[in-house]
């Protein structure tokens, strides 16, 4: 982005909106979404200067071409059809505009201390995952999964 501060901002798969805050200083107008109405309104707690949505990731209720940065925070492993999110999120993305996929999983632990550890396994056990519905995805996975896109840059990191 460059610095510079995008029209739009989507946020999918923003669960209980923490994805969705950072989001607020990279765009004029921030949505996130969700397919768990639970979710969502905790979110709207979180993240009060975003505007939320239940849906999922197959079908994003956004006008085509309208999304200047769409972020996908450790979410995409839960969507029901993988495969169906892909075009659905080229449609509602300008033609400038940036998909941004990450997960947490390689960064649930501080490299010398286990207090983020905690924080997340107290977490995931007040929001349990999906029974069975999670897929491992990994850069490499992703990269073998879209035809609609392409991972250009994938990075490892321990939070120090």
């Known amino acids: 982005l460059g610095g510079r501060r995008v029209r739009l ?3 999918l798969g923003c669960g ?13 107008r921030v949505v996130g979404f969700d397919p768990a109405e ?3 309104h905790v979110a709207r707690s979180v993240c009060p200067g975003a505007r939320f949505l239940a849906a999922a990731g ?5 006008p085509d071409a309208s999304v200047d940065l769409l972020a996908a ?5 839960y969507a029901r059809d ?7 999120a080229a449609r509602v993305l300008t033609g400038d ?3 941004v996929v990450y997960d947490f999983s390689p960064g649930r632990r501080f490299e010398h201390d286990d207090t983020l550890d905690q924080w997340f396994t107290a977490f995931t056990a007040r929001h349990p995952y999906p029974a069975s519905q999670a897929i491992p995805l990994s850069p490499e996975i992703l990269a073998g999964r879209s035809r609609e896109f392409s991972v250009v840059r994938a990075e490892t990191f321990a939070l120090p």
């Open 82 to 88: 993988l495969d169906a999110v892909w075009p659905e």
């Open 9 to 11: 901002a989507a946020d």
């Open 73 to 77: 925070a450790g979410s995409l492993n």
């Open 58 to 62: 197959e079908a994003i209720p956004l």
């Open 16 to 28: 209980a909106g923490l994805s969705t805050r950072p989001l607020l200083d990279m765009a004029h």
């Open 97 to 99: 505009g940036t998909l």
């Open 38 to 40: 639970a979710m969502v």
